[in-house]
């Protein structure tokens, strides 16, 4: 009874396991395509941050000054 109940356990974290792993390759996947949108349609600007994107970088610079920075560097 004992290794019946320890096969059922066992497959029950690989089960788990593997539900833990779809769900974050799911997530990467979707935040990954979230952040190439501009990419994939030939758009230069900054590089986001996973989960951030540039709100970060707006934090530590005042807005004008740093979308005058992203005009200089990348144009219209």
């Known amino acids: ?3 019946v109940l320890a ?3 066992q497959t ?3 089960c ?3 539900l833990i792993v779809a769900v974050i390759a799911y997530y990467y996947i979707s935040w990954r395509n979230a952040f190439s ?3 994939d349609r030939h758009i ?3 590089k986001p941050i ?8 707006l ?14 560097k990348y144009g219209k």
């Open 1 to 3: 009874m004992k290794q």
């Open 59 to 72: 934090s530590l610079k005042p807005r004008p000054l740093l979308e005058l920075e992203w005009y200089k």
């Open 37 to 39: 949108y501009w990419k």
């Open 44 to 46: 230069c600007g900054p």
């Open 16 to 18: 788990l396991i593997g």
């Open 7 to 9: 096969q059922i356990c």
């Open 50 to 57: 996973p989960i951030f994107g540039n709100l970060l970088s």
């Open 12 to 14: 029950y974290e690989w």
